[in-house]
């Protein structure tokens, strides 16, 4: 079993910053992948950002492509995501993901079978 633990949300004003963490425990394998996702209110759940554990790739959803960057350390099994330049469209609550069998970095719910409990970030106008 793996259990992941965020931590960082919180309110903030448009274009500020927030650093979201991701901590996994448990038995993972050596190519995990692990993505986060967000949900607004009255919306369904959309992907967010990916990285993979081994080789570093990563991936990001458009709307976020240059304001947030997603990265890990190995040594601490966490992975970052760092959010810059928020605005108030970036407001949900914020899930951390892992997929164990990885290899590469994949944007679906689906593909992901660890799933945190969620921070919530609201970027206030």
């Known amino acids: 079993q793996v259990q992941l633990v965020e931590s960082g949300g919180g309110l903030v004003q448009a274009g500020g910053s927030l650093r979201l963490s991701c901590t996994a425990s448990?038995?993972?394998?050596?190519?995990?992948?692990m993505g986060w996702f967000r949900q607004a209110p009255g919306k369904e759940r959309e992907f967010v950002a990916a990285?993979?554990?081994?080789?570093?790739?990563?991936n990001y959803k458009d709307s976020v492509k240059g304001r947030f960057t997603i990265s890990r350390d190995n040594a601490k099994s966490t992975v970052i995501l760092q959010m810059n330049s928020l605005k108030p469209e970036d407001t949900a609550i914020y899930y951390c993901?892992?997929?164990?069998?990885?290899?590469?970095?994949?944007?679906?719910?689906?593909?992901?079978?660890?799933w945190g409990q969620g921070t919530q970030v609201t970027v206030s106008s």
């Open positions: 993901a892992l997929d164990m069998i990885g290899l590469r970095v994949k944007i679906r719910e689906r593909e992901y079978e660890y």
């Open positions: 448990g038995r993972t394998t050596s190519s995990f992948v």
């Open positions: 990285i993979t554990w081994g080789g570093g790739s990563t």
